[in-house]
T-cell receptor, first 112, second 113 residues
Framework: DQQVKQNSPSLSVQEGRISILNCDYT??????FLWYKKYPAEGPTFLIS?????DKNEDGRFTVFLNKSAKHLSLHIVPSQPGDSAVYFC???????????FGQGTELSVKP | DTGVSQDPRHKITKRGQNVTFRCDPI?????LYWYRQTLGQGPEFLTY????????KSRLLSDRFSAERPKGSFSTLEIQRTEQGDSAMYLC???????????FGQGTRLTVV
C-alpha cells in the first residue's frame, strides 16, 4: 500500500527553466508534508515543508503547493540550476510529527 | 558539526554475522527514527523512539532486528544473522517534539556478502 507516490522516476530540465516535481498521497489524515533532496551515498537533506492548513509555502527558489482536495503536492524550483541535480523525495506525516512516509523519489537532472 | 551522526558509514559483513550501527541525534531532539532505503525506493520507516521509549515498530522490523536508546540520547540498531536481503542504506533521523521536521544522518551502507 503505497500511501505516497511520485509517479515520475526522472525529470530533465534545462538550466534556468522551471522544474516541477509532483507527489500524490492517499491518506487524508496526513497533515504535514516535506520535500527532501538526496545526493548519492548521503542522507536526505530537508528542503521545504508545508502544513495542511496552507496551500503554498515559498523559500527562495523553492515553492511547494498543496492541493488537499486532489491529495496532490508539487515542488517548483525556479530557476533550476545544475547543482539542483539530485533525487527528490516527498514525505508525509500525521499529527505534525512522528514517522514519515516517503515517495519513491524523482531524479532531477538540470542540464547547463 | 551538531547534525545527526551515524557510525560506521559503510559496513561489509558475511551472511550470518551480527552487525550493530550507532546513531547520535541532534542533542536537543527527543525523537529518533530509523529508516531503511534500498535502491530505487524511498526511505522506509523501521522504528522510532521518544526519549528512551520505543513507541512504534514497523512490520518490516523482523525479530532479527533490535533497536535501543538506553539513555534517551544515542541509539543502536542491531541486525542478527544478517541475510543478503538486509543489504541497504540504514538512515537515522531526529526531530524535536514541538516540530515534526526530521533531520537525517549520512546513513550506514550495509552490504551482506
Amino acid at each position: 500500500d503505497q500511501q505516497v507516490k511520485q509517479n515520475s522516476p526522472s525529470l530533465s530540465v534545462q538550466e534556468g527553466r522551471i522544474s516541477i516535481l509532483n507527489c500524490d498521497y492517499t491518506n487524508s489524515m496526513f497533515d504535514y508534508f516535506l520535500w527532501y533532496k538526496k545526493y548519492p551515498a548521503e542522507g536526505p537533506t530537508f528542503l521545504i515543508s508545508i502544513s495542511s492548513i496552507k496551500d503554498k509555502n515559498e523559500d527562495g527558489r523553492f515553492t511547494v503547493f498543496l492541493n488537499k482536495s486532489a491529495k496532490h503536492l508539487s515542488l517548483h524550483i525556479v530557476p533550476s540550476q545544475p547543482g539542483d541535480s539530485a533525487v527528490y523525495f516527498c514525505a508525509a506525516s500525521r499529527g505534525g510529527g512522528g514517522k514519515l512516509i516517503f515517495g519513491q523519489g524523482t531524479e532531477l537532472s538540470v542540464k547547463p | 558539526d551538531t547534525g545527526v551522526s551515524q557510525d560506521p558509514r559503510h559496513k561489509i559483513t558475511k551472511r550470518g554475522q551480527n552487525v550493530t550501527f550507532r546513531c547520535d541525534p541532534i542533542s536537543e531532539h527527543n525523537r529518533l527514527y530509523w529508516y531503511r532505503q534500498t535502491l530505487g525506493q524511498g526511505p522506509e520507516f523501521l522504528t522510532y523512539f521518544q526519549n528512551e521509549a520505543q513507541l512504534e515498530k514497523s512490520r518490516l522490523l523482523s525479530d532479527r532486528f533490535s533497536a535501543e536508546r538506553p539513555k534517551g540520547s544515542f541509539s543502536t540498531l542491531e541486525i542478527q544473522r544478517t541475510e543478503q536481503g538486509d543489504s541497504a542504506m540504514y538512515l537515522c533521523a531526529s526531530s524535536s517534539l514541538l516540530r515534526g521536521l526530521a533531520f537525517f544522518g549520512q546513513g550506514t551502507r550495509l552490504t551482506v556478502v
